[in-house]
C-alpha cells in the first residue's frame, strides 16, 4: 500500500510540474495550436524565462485527408492513444478508484504536448551536434534544459537501465548463436 502512495504521490507531482508549465506557456503564448507547427520553449537551462521558438518542421504527422496542406497537423493526430493513457492511469490507481473522462482527456492532453515539447527540444539538440537521429541522451538533455530535472533524472536511471539490459539480451543472443553454430 506504501508503495502505491508513493506512486500517487509521484505522478501527482508529475501532473502539478506539467500543469505548471503548460500554464506558464499559455501565459507566454506558447500553446500549439491545431494549425501551427511551432511551439515556444526555454531556451536555456536556467529558469529565467527567456523562450525561443521550437520548430516541429511539420513532419511529425501528415493530416491524410488534407492533401492541400500535409504539413498541418491536427490536434487528433498529436494526441497519445486514449486507450493507452486510460491503461495507464488505472494501474497507477486502486482498482476501486474511478477515472472521470475529462480527467483522462486532460492527461492525455498533457502527456502529448510534454512529449512534443520535450522531443522538440531533443531534435534541436541533435540538430546542433549535426545528427538527424534524437538518441535517449538527447531527451534527457532536452529535460535538463527545459528545467525538468526532476524528469530528466528519472528518465536518465531508466535508460541506463535500459541500455544495461539490452546489451546483456545482445551478448547472451549472439553467445547461444555462436555455440549453435560451432
Known amino acids: ?28 503564448g506558447g500553446v500549439m495550436l491545431e494549425n501551427s507547427s511551432k511551439i515556444f520553449s526555454m531556451t536555456n537551462g536556467a529558469g529565467t ?3 525561443g521558438l521550437l520548430d516541429f518542421g511539420g513532419d511529425l504527422s ?27 492511469m488505472k494501474a497507477s490507481v486502486p482498482e476501486v478508484a474511478k477515472i472521470s473522462k475529462e480527467a483522462k482527456a486532460l492527461v492525455q492532453q498533457s ?4 512529449i512534443a515539447i520535450v522531443t522538440a527540444k531533443a531534435k534541436d539538440i541533435a540538430a546542433q551536434e549535426s545528427r538527424k537521429a534524437v538518441n535517449g541522451d538527447d531527451l534527457v538533455r532536452a529535460m535538463d534544459d527545459l528545467d525538468l530535472s526532476c524528469f530528466s533524472e528519472i528518465t536518465a536511471k531508466y535508460f541506463e537501465q535500459y541500455k544495461k539490459t539490452t546489451n546483456t539480451y545482445a551478448s547472451l543472443y549472439f553467445d547461444q548463436k555462436r555455440e549453435f553454430y560451432k
Open 1 to 28: 500500500m506504501q508503495n502505491l502512495n508513493k506512486q500517487n504521490n509521484g505522478l501527482d507531482e508529475m501532473l502539478a510540474i506539467l500543469e505548471e508549465k503548460l500554464v506558464e506557456q499559455q501565459e507566454r
Open 49 to 51: 524565462g527567456k523562450f
Open 62 to 88: 501528415l493530416n491524410g485527408k488534407d492533401k492541400e496542406s500535409p504539413t498541418e497537423l491536427r490536434i487528433k493526430d498529436r494526441l497519445l492513444p486514449l486507450a493507452n493513457v486510460s491503461k495507464i
Open 111 to 114: 502527456a502529448s504536448e510534454f
